[in-house]
């Protein structure tokens, strides 16, 4: 069971990035997805999730018009497309998945609960 961050990288403000999370020994539709990240000197922060009907999704305020989440489920990956990037967005960034604690909402919240962690993909933003 294993979960892979991809698509991380140095970018211009201003710009974009696709991040990609893509699962192993387990079907994503089932579970609830969650991209977190963390800066540093700064306290891990959710950004985004989805639950395990792709129709839930939820986003920080920090994100909210900039970032979109998406799922293939052929090839069992999750997608965090992020526009529009700032220097405050700078940090390292993590999927994770649980079973769903709610049918119809997901929240960046109890982030103890989450069943798998990624590695981790590096974003930078600067100029």
């Known amino acids: 069971v294993q979960l892979m961050e991809s698509g991380g990288g140095l970018v211009q403000p201003g710009g974009s990035l696709r991040l990609s999370c893509a699962a192993s020994?387990?079907?994503?539709?089932?579970?609830?997805i969650a991209w977190w990240r963390r800066a540093p000197w700064k306290e891990r922060e959710g950004v985004s999730c989805?639950?395990?009907?792709?129709?839930?999704?939820h986003f920080a305020d920090s994100v909210k018009g900039r970032f979109t989440i998406s799922r293939d489920n052929a090839k069992n990956t999750v997608y965090l497309e992020m526009n529009n990037l700032k220097s405050e967005d700078t940090a390292e960034y993590f999927c994770?998945?649980?079973?769903?604690?709610?049918?119809?909402?997901?929240?960046?919240?109890?982030?103890?609960?989450?069943?798998?962690w990624g590695q981790g993909t590096q974003v930078t933003v600067s100029s």
């Open positions: 020994g387990f079907a994503l539709d089932h579970y609830e």
């Open positions: 994770a998945a649980r079973t769903p604690i709610y049918d119809s909402v997901c929240v960046l919240q109890y982030s103890y609960t989450y069943d798998y």
């Open positions: 989805m639950g395990s009907s792709a129709e839930v999704t």
